[in-house]
C-alpha cells in the first residue's frame, strides 16, 4: 500500500514540479525528502542542502505570485475587509463574554474533533448576529480565539465549547494566492522541521 501523502493535492502538485528543479540542482529528491526525512538526518552537509532546496523553493512560488498581481490586490483589500470584520465580531464575544463571566482565551493549540462541533460560517456581521453569539456564550463552558492570520491580517475564528461544540467562522476570501502562500508555508514548515531534527 503506497504511503499517505501528508499534504493536499494542490501542495502535491507544487512537491512535484519542485522535485525536478531540486533534483537537478540538489541531487536529491524533494519529494523523497519531505516523506522520509529519517532517512536524510545523516546525510554530509544536509544544513547547506536544505538552505539550497528553501531557496529554490522560495524562486518558485515567487514566479508564481509574479504572474497574480491583480489577484494580490483583489486579496488584500478582501483581507482587509476579513479583518475589520474580525475586530467587530471578536469585540461583541469578548463583551458577552464578560457579562455572562465565561472564560474568553486565544490558545495556542486547541486539539479538536470535527465529528463532533458544529460549524457556523458567516459572511459578514449583521444585527442579527448579536443576540446570536449571546446564546453561543450562554451556552459555553469558555469561549476561544482560534482566529487564523495572514500577513498583518486576521480571519476569524472562535470556538464556543460546551455540551456541543460550535464554531464561528468569518467566510475566508477564495483566492490563489492564500493556496499557493499555504503550500509555500506548509513545504518551508516541513524543512525547518527536519533541520531542527537533523540539527540534534
Known amino acids: 500500500m503506497a504511503k499517505q501523502i501528508p499534504w493536499d493535492e494542490q501542495t502535491d502538485g507544487f512537491v512535484s514540479d519542485l522535485d525536478e528543479t531540486v533534483s537537478k540542482s540538489r541531487g536529491i529528491s524533494l519529494r523523497s525528502l519531505l516523506m522520509n526525512p529519517n532517512r536524510y538526518l545523516t546525510k554530509k552537509d544536509l544544513g547547506t542542502t536544505l538552505t539550497g532546496i528553501r531557496s529554490d523553493a522560495d524562486a518558485y512560488f515567487n514566479a508564481l505570485l509574479d504572474n497574480l498581481k491583480?489577484?494580490?490586490?483583489?486579496?488584500?483589500?478582501?483581507?482587509?475587509?476579513?479583518t475589520a470584520q474580525y475586530r467587530e465580531i471578536d469585540s461583541v464575544i469578548t463583551t458577552k463574554a464578560a457579562a455572562a463571566r465565561v472564560p474568553y482565551i486565544k490558545p495556542l493549540f486547541v486539539s479538536r474533533v470535527p465529528d463532533k462541533e458544529e460549524s457556523i460560517v458567516i459572511e459578514k456581521y449583521d444585527d442579527g448576529l448579536e443576540a446570536f453569539v449571546g446564546k453561543l456564550v450562554n451556552a459555553s463552558n469558555y469561549v476561544a480565539d482560534v482566529s487564523a492570520t495572514y500577513k498583518q491580517y486576521t480571519l476569524g475564528s472562535w470556538i464556543f465549547s460546551g455540551a456541543k461544540n460550535h464554531v464561528l467562522t468569518i467566510n475566508p476570501p477564495a483566492s490563489p494566492v492564500l493556496s499557493i502562500e499555504n503550500s509555500r508555508t506548509l513545504i518551508n514548515d516541513m524543512l525547518s522541521d527536519i533541520e531542527t531534527r537533523a540539527a540534534k
Request: aromatic letters at 0%; a negative charge; glycine letters at 0%.
Open 70 to 82: 491583480d489577484e494580490q490586490t483583489k486579496l488584500e483589500s478582501e483581507m482587509e475587509s476579513a
